[in-house]
Nanobody, 123 residues
Framework: VQLQACGGGLVQAGGSLRLSCTAS????????MGWFRQALGKERKFVAA????????YYADSVKGRFTISRDNAKNTVYLEMNALKPEDTAIYSC?????????????????WGQGTLVTVSS
């Protein structure tokens, strides 16, 4: 599966953005999906993940209550709704796909990665 993320941009602190990640192919519903982010000079970190059906989601503590992950299997797309953005949310956000039965925060479980989209939050 190939993944294409978009929706990043520049936003003021307290603002909102919605990221989208669209997958090629007809087996999107076979993949659990995750969002990860990497700030400049720092390691990649888990943000959120969602199960194949969309029935389960898991969030990093740093975004819980502010970000929402969702998916539309008919559109082969996973979303990340980001609210109450903070300067520390500034990073390149990448989507990823995995084939396990659960929801995973571990990047090594993900086999397919998109190219990332830059989110910049100004103070």
């Amino acid at each position: 599966v190939q993944l294409q993320a978009c929706g990043g941009g520049l936003v003021q602190a307290g603002g909102s953005l919605r990221l989208s990640c669209t997958a090629s192919g007809r087996t999107f519903s076979s993949y659990g999906m995750g969002w990860f982010r990497q700030a400049l000079g720092k390691e990649r970190k888990f943000v959120a993940a969602i199960s194949r059906s969309g029935g389960s989601a898991y969030y990093a503590d740093s975004v819980k209550g502010r970000f929402t992950i969702s998916r539309d299997n008919a559109k082969n797309t996973v979303y990340l709704e980001m609210n109450a953005l903070k300067p520390e949310d500034t990073a390149i956000y990448s989507c990823a796909a995995e084939t396990g039965p659960f929801v995973y925060p571990d990047s090594y479980r993900y086999d397919h990665w998109g190219q990332g989209t830059l989110v910049t939050v100004s103070s």
